[in-house]
């Protein structure tokens, strides 16, 4: 992550910053790959740490089909 000052990203800001898509990541967490954090009713927070986890488990080389 570059901001080591930001504790925590919506879910379009920690695309922006991961240069993916919004709905990589949604998807991430519907799968239960990345688990969000929800402060009000509905608007998701990725914490940093959870991010960089996340980021970390994915895999090193791309899947084959």
Do not use: H
Not at 20 to 49: C, F, M, N
Not at 55 to 63: A, C
């Amino acid at each position: 992550m570059e901001d080591q000052g930001q504790l925590a990203y919506s879910i379009d800001n920690f695309a922006a910053v991961c240069d993916l898509s919004d709905w990589t990541i949604r998807q991430a967490i519907r799968r239960g790959e990345l688990v969000p954090k929800y402060p009000g009713k509905k608007k998701a927070l990725i914490l940093r740490e959870e991010g960089e986890r996340w980021l970390q488990s994915l895999p090193n080389e791309p899947r084959r089909l």
